[in-house]
């Protein structure tokens, strides 16, 4: 009977111990050491002419200046004549947005001390080819992406 | 015996004892409220926008030259050595010709020049054509590229300055007139006679210039990027 409770204790020990044990080991072991995930900008293409509904970036590796359009996105149909085109690029950097509606007078801002950037562009029905400069305003290096957008009432 | 082994490990194994960061002090605290209030009056007003196109839009647009024409699929080149397939219903499809007249798909061949309208698919890179727009062969213009640089000469005669650019490496005339505007990025005006050797110019050629050559431009605008207002001589 003695003999039985022992092996009964020694038991109820050893089960008691390993769920204890093996609770303790999850809950300290070291945090996941997977890579974060990046974006290699030096292998992506330069062109923004494939399709980017998440954003896109381009990078003028001289002088690592970007430009990352994050709306809209490129190759997009919208049905109004002006848009918001914001951004992110160096910070106070002077941004020149060229279209062919009115091509003598392009608008112009400054990117925030974040490198945040707001443009409105007026559109002409149709397409349209957006040029947006990035300009570092005391070296004159910029870096320039362009975008297609194309402005139609149609319904489909 | 395993789980009591490995119980007994862990046990052992010394747990980190977070170190007692020292307090900030309470100007730093209050920066810190103020970033994290900005980012979230900042998310807030993104989500509020009421402009569509702060979406991702699910319309989407290319121009561009056809390739190939399938029963039920078009690829497009659209420049820059990039092509685009898209999938269509020839039932659902419109298709318009340069005249602005409804067409068909047939109608369509290899080599013209088209806009396409349609859909963004769940899938990424599906897209689905609706509307079909023939244009005329260059018809669709693109922006003169600007020209950016250094003043590095100033002519006293004339309205003409030199520009030495870094990114092309080469040097180009710039004719100003009466009608050039001459801005700082905010748009404030400055006077020909303010510019100076030195200085940055964003230079926007003027389209309707005909006598605009590979190194000789004619300005519509001139901004000045590192323009500053030069301070006021103290009076004795």
Same mark, same amino acid.
């Given at each position: ?156 | ?37 900005? %980012? $979230? @009056?900042?998310?807030? &007003?993104? #989500?509020?926008? *009421? ?61 013209? %020049? $088209? @806009?396409?309208?349609? &859909?963004? #698919?769940?899938? *990424? ?69 303010? #510019? ?41």
């Amino acid at each position: 009977m003695s003999k039985e409770l022992v092996l009964a204790l020694i038991l109820g020990l050893m089960v008691g111990f390993g769920a204890t044990g093996t609770f303790y080991a999850l809950q300290h072991r070291p945090a996941s050491t997977n890579p974060p995930v990046t974006t290699d900008l030096s292998s992506a293409n330069p062109s923004p002419t494939s399709d980017n509904p998440s954003g896109l970036t381009n990078q003028n590796l001289d002088h690592q200046i970007t430009i990352k359009i994050t709306s809209p996105a490129n190759n997009s149909a919208v049905s109004t004549a002006k848009i918001t085109i914001s951004g992110e690029t160096q910070p106070q950097y002077t941004l020149v947005l060229v279209s062919t509606t009115n091509p003598n007078q392009p608008v112009t801002t400054q990117s925030d001390t974040s490198g945040q950037f707001s443009l409105q562009a007026s559109l002409e029905s149709g397409a349209n080819y957006l040029d947006l400069y990035s300009i570092d305003p005391q070296t004159g290096q910029y870096f320039q992406t362009n975008l297609y957008i194309t402005y139609s009432t149609a319904k489909f | 015996m395993l789980p009591l082994l490995i119980s007994l490990i862990a046990l052992a194994s010394p747990s980190p004892i977070p170190s007692p960061s020292p307090t900030p002090p309470s100007s730093e605290v209050q920066k810190i409220r103020q970033v994290i209030q900005e %980012e $979230v @009056i900042k998310k807030i &007003n993104q #989500l509020r926008s *009421p402009n569509p196109d702060q979406t991702i839009n699910p319309k989407f647009s290319f121009h561009g030259q056809v390739t190939i024409i399938d029963p039920d699929k078009l690829v497009l080149d659209i420049g820059n050595s990039s092509i685009q397939t898209l999938n269509y219903n020839p039932d659902q499809l419109t298709v318009i010709d340069s005249s602005r007249n409804k067409s068909d798909i047939s109608q369509i061949k290899v080599g013209d %020049e $088209v @806009i396409t309208l349609g &859909n963004r #698919l769940e899938t *990424p890179g599906d897209f689905e054509l609706m509307r079909l727009i023939k244009v005329k062969p260059g018809s669709i213009k693109r922006p003169l590229p600007l020209v950016i640089g250094k003043i590095t000469d100033i002519s006293t005669t004339t309205s003409l300055f030199t520009l030495s650019t870094a990114s092309l490496k080469q040097d180009f005339q710039i004719k100003y007139q009466n009608t050039t505007a001459i801005l700082s990025p905010s748009g404030q005006k400055i006077k020909s006679s303010q #510019l100076t050797i030195g200085q940055i110019a964003i230079v926007v050629p003027d389209s309707k210039a005909k006598n605009n050559t590979t190194n000789s431009i004619t300005a519509a605008t001139i901004y000045i990027s590192n323009f500053s207002t030069p301070s006021p001589t103290p009076k004795p």
